[in-house]
């Protein structure tokens, strides 16, 4: 099956710094890859996703980035601010088995 | 706005006690899942359900099983409750295909005792 591993576990930021967060996956026929953003005692909530047939997708502050071939994809948030504070989780897959496996996850801290 | 509401937000329980954790979706979504929450762990995927009466595994099923008898309706079954099962609970939905979102709801957090 799916295996999607995470790193890192945490990460401190400056306000106004960017944030990356990485992720590989292990599934070549994964094809859906969406990212999720958790804020305390709250539920995951779908901030961007990309498709394998796109490289790069972009919204606002936040960008995704998938390279099919080393079999890993990218968060890039930049002009972090204090909201931007949350657990981040990545995901993969779309496949024909219909399940996403989902990363440990990143507790991003943005220090004002 | 999808909606995915879970029947309780704490619920706390006694080991060999059989636990009952709803979830309710009004967007008509033929796909519903189960997963738990543990730190550092992400979300692993109890079972899932692709249409009324279908279940399939997912990648910690062991004591616990499903019910979807309504498209709405998906229920988890903890038949045999043990600490070990102490954990974040979280239901989703999603229409259609494996690249669509889910949409998760709230989250049962639920401790046994």
């Known amino acids: 099956g799916e295996n999607v591993e995470q790193h890192p576990s945490t990460l401190s930021v400056q306000e106004g710094d960017s944030a990356v967060i990485k992720c590989t996956y292990s599934?070549?026929?994964?094809?859906?890859f969406p990212w999720y953003k958790q804020e305390l005692g709250k539920r995951p909530q779908l901030i961007i996703d990309i498709r394998s047939n796109v490289g790069e997708k972009k919204d606002q502050r936040i960008a995704v980035t998938l390279n099919k071939t080393a079999k890993h994809f990218s968060l890039h948030i930049t002009e972090t601010q204090p909201e931007d504070s949350a657990v981040y989780f990545c995901?993969?897959?779309?496949?024909?088995?219909?399940?996403?496996?989902f990363g440990g996850g990143t507790r991003l801290m943005v220090k004002p | 706005d999808v909606k995915v509401t879970q029947s309780s937000r704490y619920l706390v329980k006694r080991t060999g006690e059989k636990v009952f954790l709803e979830c309710v979706q009004d967007m008509d979504h033929e796909n519903m899942f189960w997963y738990r929450q543990d730190p550092g762990l992400g979300l692993r995927l109890i079972y899932f359900?692709?249409?009324?009466?279908?279940?399939e595994k997912g990648d910690i099923p062991e004591g616990y099983s499903v019910s979807r008898e309504k498209k709405e309706r998906f229920s988890l079954i903890l038949e045999s409750a043990s600490t070990n099962q102490t954990s974040m609970y979280l239901c989703a939905s999603r229409l259609g295909q494996g690249t669509q979102p889910q949409h998760f709801g709230d989250g049962t957090r639920l401790s046994i005792l």
């Open positions: 599934d070549s026929a994964s094809n859906y």
């Open positions: 359900s692709y249409d009324v009466k279908m279940k």
């Open positions: 995901a993969a897959g779309g496949n024909a088995g219909n399940m996403l496996t």
